[in-house]
């Protein structure tokens, strides 16, 4: 079974940064892309960020380019956010998430690209 689990969520001011970790278990974490979105109460759920199977191809939305950085620790089988300059509009639920086929260098934008989910870590950003 495939678990992954988000931390270092948190209640923090504008300006601020926060580091989020996704630890992967049960399955070949270097073989998948990997994934953040993010929820906000009466929205839908929107991409982050990707992060390819190798670390080779990185992709990020708009509104966060410049702020935000995503990596992986294969060794460790963890995926981070690190996320600098939070504003108000950045808190949501963030969700980790691994693609559904193995080596993809392409796509990753969509919920449909992502196979498993975990179960959110809460940012909240005070102005």
């Known amino acids: 079974q495939v678990q992954l689990v988000e931390s270092g969520g948190g209640l923090v001011q504008a300006g601020d940064s926060l580091m989020l970790s996704c630890a992967a278990s049960?399955?070949?974490?270097?073989?998948?892309?990997m994934g953040w979105f993010r929820q906000a109460p009466g929205k839908e759920r929107e991409f982050v960020a990707a992060?390819?199977?190798?670390?080779?191809?990185?992709y990020y939305a708009d509104s966060v380019k410049g702020r935000f950085t995503i990596s992986r620790d294969n060794g460790k089988k963890t995926v981070y956010l690190q996320m600098n300059s939070l504003e108000p509009e950045d808190t949501a639920v963030y969700y980790c998430a691994a693609r559904a086929t193995p080596y993809r260098n392409s796509g990753g934008t969509r919920h449909a690209d992502y196979a498993y989910w975990g179960q959110g870590t809460q940012v909240t950003v005070s102005s």
């Open positions: 992060i390819s199977w190798n670390g080779g191809y990185l």
């Open positions: 049960g399955l070949t974490f270097s073989n998948y892309g």
